[in-house]
Each structure stands twice: as C-alpha cells, then as structure tokens.
C-alpha cells in the first residue's frame, strides 16, 4: 500500500470517527430534553400506525397497582374524560342518548369483560371532541349497575368504580 492510500483510508477513518462522535452528542442532546423512556418509546413506534392511548393508561383509582381479580386496572370515574362521566350520569338516569346505538347489547366478542350471558352488557357512546363520527370512546354497563370505560373500541377497557 502506497502513502497515498494510507492517507486516505486515515482521513476516512476520521470521517467516520466524526461523524460517530456528532451522532452521540446529538443523542444527549435529545435525552437531555425529551428523557430517554419518551426516545427510546419512540423509537420502539417508529414506522407503526399510530395509536390511541389505551384505556388501562387512563388515570388510575387512588393506588396506581388497583386491579380487578383478572387483572384489568380499575379507576374512579373522576378520573375518566368528562363526556365519560357525564355518559355514565346519562346512563344512570335512563338517558337521553345522543347515538341510536346507544344501549344496544354488548356481545363481549373480545371476552375483556367478565363473561356473562348475552344482554348482560349494554354499550355507550362516548363523545369524543373534533370527531366527525361516534369515535373509539364506550362506556359498557352490565346489569347489576358495574361500569367499563374503553377508548380504544374495545382493544383494552379499565372498570370504574
């Protein structure tokens, strides 16, 4: 090998070094703002659809750990959105509903929900702003008065208490 192509290959090697070098420093740079669970979250969704928040991320009851015996997260309903509460309240006294779907039977298809004889579950729409249709949000009454919340069409559901 001439001194010529030693020179090179120690420029490109540089080059290299560099531009490793800048990437790391961009890297703290990043974690320093953003926090590394947000990058490395992030970077795990990169090229995935994006998602709703799941319904077991909705604030949860008092203590975080509260779950039902098959382990679904439980939450008082203060902490569910507004127009969920306001669902429920409508719920409670009969109606009115905005949907005509609203109070139709839910087949609990998914089996997320404790398994009960059909038309033990009734679905709820609940509003979601800047929607053009009903959205994701239901709440899910069964017949002895006990409450779920899903924002995900049934994907996940938190109970309420």
Known sequence: MNQGQRNRQSRSRQGRSTLASIAGILLLILIALFGRDQITNNAKDLGQPARVQPADQVEPARESDRRTDSGMPIVVASALPREAQATIRSIERGGPFPYRQDGAIFGNRERLLP???????????????????????????????????????????????
Request: glycine share 12%; charged share 30%; aromatic share 18%.
């Open 115 to 161: 398994i009960r004889p059909n038309g033990y579950y009734h679905e709820y729409t609940v509003p979601t702003p800047g929607e053009d249709d009903r959205g994701a949000r239901r709440i899910v009454g069964g017949e002895t008065g006990e409450f779920y919340y899903t924002n995900d069409h049934y994907d996940s559901f938190v109970k309420v208490e």
